[in-house]
């Protein structure tokens, strides 16, 4: 009684076999099978192509958005500091 307390229990195995089938998933891997070596060297070119362009382009808008954000960050707190400093009567003009 106290040995089988401390025994780790078996794993469970099963024999599972799906019975779902997918027919549009078949026929897409057949056309997948298909045309897998009709890919010539221009499509693998032009598809890197495009891939660095389209990484350069979103890399140009989140740098301007960045530089806009910050842009408005000091303007808002270069605003504040002015807006404090006149009501304490210090000016700079």
């Not at 307390?5 to 779902?20: D, E, L, T």
């Not at 954000?69 to 400093?85: G, H, Q, R, S």
């Amino acid at each position: 009684m106290l040995g089988n307390f401390f025994k780790q229990r078996s794993h469970y195995v099963y024999n599972y076999k799906p019975r779902f089938y997918n027919a549009r998933k078949e026929r897409l891997e057949a056309v997948k099978n298909k045309y897998k070596d009709v890919e010539t060297e221009e499509t693998a070119v032009k598809m890197a192509t495009n891939f660095r362009e389209a990484w350069k382009k979103s890399k140009k808008a989140s740098s301007n958005n960045a530089n806009l954000k910050t842009a408005f960050i000091i303007a808002v707190l270069v605003f504040m500091v002015y807006n404090y400093f006149k009501y304490l009567g210090i000016s700079f003009f």
